[in-house]
């Protein structure tokens, strides 16, 4: 997955994970953006 070059820095991100593929996807977008923005990862459990 290629990503595009993005100018918004985000100071949190709230990633809602659970057993799905999709939700896995979504949650390692989420942390390379948390690592890239250096900000805070909020991780919540979708049941």
Not at 18 to 32: E, K, P, W
Request: glycine share 2%; charged share 30%.
């Amino acid at each position: 997955m290629t990503e595009k070059p993005v100018d918004k820095v985000f100071n949190r991100i709230l990633v809602g994970v659970d057993d799905s593929a999709d939700a896995q996807l979504a949650f390692q977008y989420a942390v390379r953006r948390t690592v890239k923005d250096y900000s805070t990862l909020i991780i919540r459990s979708i049941l």
